[in-house]
């Protein structure tokens, strides 16, 4: 079996959104080169607002250049290149982390009053890359990250964590298709190989197979059952060349007679 029409649907659906998010940044780019080129800094005193979340007056002069997008450079390194509405940062631009104490990054997307909120792209020093929706400064929303180490996950984020349908796929080809819960597989969920082969399909829990699912080896080997915390656990049947060999009670991967394994059994002294 291989891999489903609904999953490359999913996936291409998730693609159109994210490739949006990046034609709308490169934009953002682009003003953000126009500026450095012209070297319009902010003043001290408009840098001094931002740094002391002062509440600008719409009648103030320095609201007057509100719609000019500048450079800001603050106390702590940090660089933030766009515009500032009423003393926030609002609108589109660019900040670039650049102090000691924090992980570090570059975010390019939309702001909301000082917070990253909408769509954007951050660029972390550790070589991730996300791009997809924000709310209060966390990702949430649909979004893609891409791992220093060549995974991806793409799908639902809820607070910084991947939550609700979502793909994972490792660098070296397996696919994961389904539910997540505070960035753990959990739920619903099917599980490919590199060849694009169902290796499982069902319940998942703590990133473990766990509850009902089938998990098949190759052609004609599988199992259907029940599992706990990654295990054959509960009750099962055990197919091998498409046939039938075994149908009841499973402890820890391994048939079990009496609440015993068949290899607990055959050990006992006579």
């Known amino acids: 079996m291989n891999l489903s029409k609904e999953y490359i649907d999913i996936y291409n659906n998730y693609m159109k959104y994210i490739n949006e998010i990046k034609r709308e940044c ?6 953000k080169s126009r500026v450095l080129k012209k070297d319009r800094k902010a003043s001290e005193e408009e840098i001094k607002v931002l740094e002391s979340d002062k509440v600008v007056d719409e009648n103030n002069e320095l609201a007057e250049s509100k719609s000019q997008n500048k450079i800001y ?3 702590n ?3 933030y290149i766009g515009k500032v509405i009423n003393g926030k940062i609002n609108g589109t631009g660019v900040y670039m982390v650049s102090s000691e104490e924090s ?3 570059e975010y390019i997307g939309e702001f909301n009053d000082d917070v990253k909120e909408g769509k954007g792209i951050c660029t972390f020093t550790n070589g991730n890359i996300y791009t997809g929706g924000f709310k209060n400064d966390v990702m949430d929303g649909i979004g893609q990250m891409l791992y220093k180490n060549n995974d991806e996950y793409i799908g639902g984020w809820v607070k910084g964590h991947k939550h609700g349908q979502g793909i ?3 660098n070296e080809g397996t696919i994961y298709i389904g539910d997540f819960k505070k960035n753990k ?3 619903q969920g099917i599980c490919y190989d ?3 082969n169902v290796i499982y399909d069902g319940e998942w829990k703590n990133n473990l197979t766990h509850g009902e699912g089938t998990y098949i080896w190759n052609e004609g080997k599988r199992y259907i059952g029940e ?3 990654g295990k054959r656990h509960g009750y099962g049947t055990f197919y091998l060349n498409n046939e039938l060999v075994y149908q009841g009670t499973w402890k820890y991967d391994k048939p079990s007679i009496f609440d015993k394994t068949l290899d607990e059994i055959f050990s006992f002294k006579l």
């Open 26 to 31: 490169r934009s953002i780019e682009h003003m």
């Open 73 to 75: 450079k603050f106390s």
């Open 77 to 79: 390194g940090d660089t």
């Open 103 to 105: 992980i570090g990054f």
């Open 168 to 170: 994972y796929r490792w």
């Open 185 to 187: 597989r959990e739920g």
């Open 194 to 196: 590199k060849e694009g």
């Open 227 to 229: 599992f706990l915390n």
